[in-house]
């Protein structure tokens, strides 16, 4: 790989993400001042400073300034985006516009914090100022998306505003949403003036959860956490077939844990691994396409997840530890299911690893350590959740402070042992002489990077009786703060253990990470910060005019209520518009339109979809855009470091990303997966079959299992495949799964369902807005006895039994069936609302039986192609 090459990449990087103006020194130090400004904000924020300083000065403007971040988080990104991406060619220079567009953003974010008591006071009555403020903040804003994240994302809220502002002209749209149309005044005040629009969840998300996690992610990578994950991978796994590539994989999740922008880990790590695979005899189309197949899929790993997870966390409504939980296991075995894609395509070629020094590590020996490392970690987490749990008696809510005294010696034992070893540093991969490193001195030569994400790990999850887990947010910030002193004292202290005497060069470097941590942080965020921004406008467009109803009609219309079929056109149109927008943005837009549909359509179907389930499906294919041609910018970037052609590099990234796209279909209608009332014992069962299903899929799509296949042996695994992963389907064709109930006979069958158990209650009642009678199926779990008039009341479903027909009235509000039922349905028109029928889940054979003819019928593959292989299998 060149030093051009490298560059090219890194411009990439800089006009997708992080800015490529170089505009002088002026301004050079004007955007890096700004950026510093801003990440320090952010920590401030964060902490408990602002209450402190709030007390002890006595002025509440140091507290008050909390409530106020979103506004001020935005003038730093408008700002930013201003300054840091040129338009119009201006790469050179800031052009006098732009320094205009500096004052009117930030003026027009900063308005709504010096004049919020004023603002408050006329809640709806907009004064003549607010509009002019509002017009000139979402201009300024539409240009900054321009900038920063080009076209697509602009024309797509401009559309939105459009339907805000003419919508009300069109009887089709009226006569759906009953939307009569918006004024200017009212439509700026709902976007800019409150929390409906630009200023809401998705950047009050943006500015207290998801700028932390991308400062972590940057602080560790500046001091040199992301080398020590890519040293590690290459140390475990470039010796076996194909090992660069494998590392590749490896250290990509690794490094997706904390980056949020697939483009940026595919240069980190790419710039590394991409000269390898090529060296071992990788084509430079296919050693991109790893890359960006392993770099787009970081975000998927918890638990950072880009930012849709803390996103998910407010649209769902569930606790962060829960979207991590769901998470997980596909994440995990779409991960594994690269690194055997990447066998495979060894296999095919014939491929060798790299020399490596002493003694070579087999797969087996990998299993058994990545085990030992699980099982340490957990080992560790036990015995401190322990040892605080002995101290509580003595000191009630103050054992945090030993457990940071251990922390503090688990640190300087770990630099202690790291001295030891020379430092990792960054290696030339077009070197003359390329081997893997010797998996001991790598690992331990920096096994102290893993404890910022140790602690960021254990306040999102951990919980005792004494202990609570922390908030994402300050998760986030006591993780970053422990990374911040990492980044400034590794160095002098290693030192220290060393005998050495430069103390200060090691200090002065360790700061000098420190401050590239925060300007990188920032840069990192104007794009998110903006285009959380801008997601608004979809979203306060949504509340404004019901504009999700128009969608999901046109949808469903072209759909005709097939579930498959309106999954596939989400899945499509998530991929159009995650060519042009970030995964955070097309994931807000997404969800925010077609998750409500996918619900109805499959409660029509009769078939619950959890609302987790279709998040995360809009998610996973927002993500699979970044390498769908020919806009996926990760290929690029990974094209210019391989020299390869960059559309081939993304058409063979997204077929190694098939494995992922079948994922996202299959927890749809198995859940499981998602771990959703999964037991321990059930989910290490459900990764397990899950991984042996993803693996022979992988195969299909290579065509190459023990020997290449044919393709009768692809077609029996693929059945294989679908055996595995929706083992009910068949048991549903031999034994129905619910006994249907109606009338009085529904109201017994509810009398008789034990606690805790669930039925499905089928409802009918008119459209509200067309009067169509349509039915819906909605989840019943009774918590107490009694009969079955009773149970219903419980919940808000009040119902008289008539001639046998169970007559519903409207949910009261506050109950659980509120939101489902009576925004949709008209309870009080000529055809009542009822409940048609009552399913009770019938006992019957488990589904998994199923995974017998299944493994039997794989291992039929197995004995046909052993004697067609021509080289070993590992």
């Not at 005294?405 to 640190?411: D, S, V």
């Not at 700061?511 to 942080?521: C, I």
């Amino acid at each position: 790989m060149t030093d051009s090459a490298t560059r090219t990449a890194e411009d990439m990087v800089a006009e997708a993400d992080t800015g490529a103006r170089n505009a002088g020194p002026f301004v050079t130090k004007l955007i890096f001042s700004l950026c510093i400004i801003w990440s320090l904000f952010q920590l401030y924020i964060a902490s408990k400073l602002p209450g402190v300083l709030a007390q002890a000065t006595g002025i509440s403007m140091m507290a008050n300034i909390v409530a106020q971040a979103r506004y001020v988080h935005l003038a730093f990104a408008l700002v930013l985006a201003t300054l840091a991406f040129p338009i119009f060619g201006h790469r050179n220079k800031v052009p006098w516009y732009d320094w205009v567009l500096v004052a009117l953003g930030s003026a027009a974010c900063l308005y709504l914090v010096v004049f919020r008591f004023q603002i408050a006071d006329r809640p709806g009555l907009w004064s003549t100022s607010d509009i002019v403020m509002s017009g000139i903040g979402m201009a300024a804003l539409m240009v900054a998306v321009f900038r920063s994240l080009g076209l697509p994302l602009v024309i797509i809220g401009s559309l939105f505003l459009a339907l805000a502002f003419f919508g009300g002209y069109s009887e089709w749209i009226g006569s759906i949403t009953n939307y009569g149309g918006s004024s200017f005044s009212k439509a700026m005040g709902h976007y800019w003036m409150q929390t409906e629009g630009v200023f809401g969840v998705a950047l009050g998300v943006s500015t207290s959860m998801i700028f932390l996690f991308v400062l972590f992610g940057a602080f560790l990578e500046k001091a040199g956490g992301g080398n020590w994950f890519i040293k590690v991978a290459i140390s475990l796994l470039g010796a076996l077939r194909g090992g660069p590539a494998k590392a590749a994989v490896l250290s990509s999740m690794m490094t997706g844990m904390i980056s949020g922008s697939s483009i940026a880990n595919t240069v980190t790590t790419g710039t590394f691994t991409i000269p390898l695979m090529k060296r071992i005899g990788f084509s430079p189309e296919k050693a991109g396409a790893v890359e960006v197949a392993s770099s787009t899929n970081g975000q998927l790993t918890p638990p950072v997840m880009g930012a849709a997870a803390f996103l998910m966390v407010e649209y769902v409504n569930i606790p962060y530890i829960e979207v991590v939980k769901h998470a997980f296991l596909p994440a995990i075995i779409s991960y594994i299911a690269l690194l055997y894609i990447v066998h495979l395509e060894s296999l095919k070629m014939g491929l060798e690893g790299l020399k490596k020094p002493g003694r070579q590590i087999g797969v087996l020996m990998i299993l058994i350590l990545f085990i030992t490392g699980f099982l340490g970690m957990a080992a560790i987490t036990f015995l401190v959740v322990g040892f605080r749990a002995m101290l509580e008696p003595m000191m009630p809510g103050a054992t945090v402070y030993p457990a940071l005294a251990l922390l503090a010696l688990a640190y300087l034992g770990l630099l202690y042992v790291a001295s030891k070893f020379p430092d990792i540093e960054v290696d030339d991969p077009n070197a003359k002489a390329v081997s893997a490193p010797r998996l001991t001195p790598t690992f331990l030569g920096g096994a102290y990077f893993a404890l910022p994400i140790f602690v960021l790990v254990w306040n999102l999850m951990v919980r005792t009786e004494y202990l609570d887990r922390l908030s994402p947010a300050l998760s986030a910030f006591w993780a970053t703060v422990t990374m911040i002193i990492v980044a400034l004292t590794h160095r002098p202290i290693k030192a220290v253990f060393r005998g050495e005497s430069d103390l200060v060069n090691q200090f002065m470097e360790g700061f000098r990470e420190f401050v590239a941590g925060l300007e990188g942080g920032a840069r990192n965020m104007i794009g998110i910060g903006v285009a959380t921004g801008a997601a608004g406008i979809i979203v306060g467009t949504i509340s404004l005019t019901g504009a999700h109803q128009i969608i999901g009609q046109v949808i469903e219309v072209i759909s005709g209520g097939n579930l498959i079929i309106l999954l596939v056109l989400v899945a499509v149109l998530s991929l159009i518009l995650g060519m042009g927008l970030p995964t955070t943005a097309n994931y807000i837009v997404v969800s925010s339109l077609m998750a409500p549909v996918i619900v109805s359509v499959g409660a029509q179907s009769g078939l619950i979809v959890p609302l987790i389930a279709v998040h995360m499906f809009v998610f996973y294919f927002g993500i699979l855009a970044d390498d769908t041609p020919p806009v996926g910018l990760a290929a690029y970037a990974a094209a210019a470091i391989s020299r390869g052609d960059p559309i081939k590099t993304g058409l063979v990234g997204f077929s190694y990303d098939i494995r992922t796209a079948l994922l996202p279909f299959m927890f749809i209608f198995n859940t499981d997966l998602l771990l959703i009332n999964v037991g321990p014992a059930k989910a290490v069962m459900v990764f397990f079959v899950s991984l042996v299903a993803m693996l022979v899929f992988a195969a299909v799509t290579q065509g190459y299992f023990i020997a290449k296949s044919r393709k009768w042996e692809g077609a029996v695994m693929l059945l294989v495949v679908f055996m595995l992963f929706r083992p009910d389907f068949f048991l549903d064709q031999w034994q129905d799964k619910y006994t249907e109930k109606t009338g009085s006979e529904a109201l017994t069958a509810l009398e008789a369902l034990p606690v805790g158990s669930s039925a499905r209650l089928r409802i009918s009642a008119p459209d509200f807005d067309t009067s169509v009678v349509g039915s819906t199926t909605v989840s019943f779990t009774p918590d107490a006895e009694g009969t079955g008039a009773e149970r219903l009341e419980a919940v808000g479903l009040s119902v008289v039994e008539d001639n046998g027909i169970l007559t519903l009235d409207e949910p009261f509000p506050g109950t659980p069936y509120y939101d489902i039922l009576a925004n949709d349905y008209d309870f009080y028109g000529e055809e009542p609302a009822q409940i048609e029928a009552v399913a009770i889940e019938n006992d019957r054979m488990a589904k998994e039986i199923f995974f017998i003819p299944a493994l039997l019928l794989l291992l039929m593959i197995v004995t046909i192609q052993r004697p067609r292989a021509t080289q070993p299998a590992f």
